[in-house]
């Protein structure tokens, strides 16, 4: 499941929530939960479930950093990161390696002209492309939507015309990640979302189930704008929870 929009929002976890994954847990299933949040480290992260009251293990998360980790140590690359400054210490002790990659996630208030000119130039001088997501938004604490990095990945990718690796959802080996650490077969595995491209879509496209929770960004009409419809759609992450332990 993911986390943002359908766990909490901002610092509050949503109505009934933490209750649902309980639920979960004493039903003996596993659990995987995965974001695509870029402006937060993996121990931000695990500090701030705890604080709402989720316990959660480092294992049982996953995350654009740890797949663009693993990436660039496998490609012998080392970063140009235009990144969140928060994300920066999940990049700090990785060996240096012999090509430059831009890594891009959602950088906040660094999207300057300045930035995102010199992460320009890096890929025309034939860096690897490298997006931590593609989200078109997020829903923030006061009710709004803000911009998430795909719109600033889409430009580059203009500019630059070259299509960036997407290392986190909706792309398949990120969700193949969490099937392989389940031990289950893709059909076997359900992905609740309130991002109804990449959370819902990007799974049904792996492979899984994927539910569509009416919280967090969601708004009215999304489950019938896709291509292939949501296995099904839920009032919230509670409302999910019944539907899979009544199946």
Known sequence: MDLGGVVYVGDEPLPGALDAVERLRRA???????????RKSIPAILAKTARLGLALSREELLAPALAARRYLTEHDLKPFLLVHPDLEEDFSDLAAGTREAVVIGDAAERFTYEALNHAYRKLQEGAEFLALAVNRN?????????????PFVKALEYASG???IVLGKPSAAFFQTGIDELGCGAGEVVMIGDDAEADV?????????GVLVRTGKYHSGQETALRIPPTHVARDLSGAVDWILGR
């Open 162 to 164: 070259r299509e960036a």
């Open 28 to 38: 003996g299933i596993a659990l995987r939960f995965i974001t695509n949040t870029t």
């Open 201 to 209: 879509l990007g799974a049904l496209d792996a492979g899984l189930k």
């Open 138 to 150: 997020f829903r923030e604490p006061d009710g709004g939507l803000s911009l998430d990095a795909g």
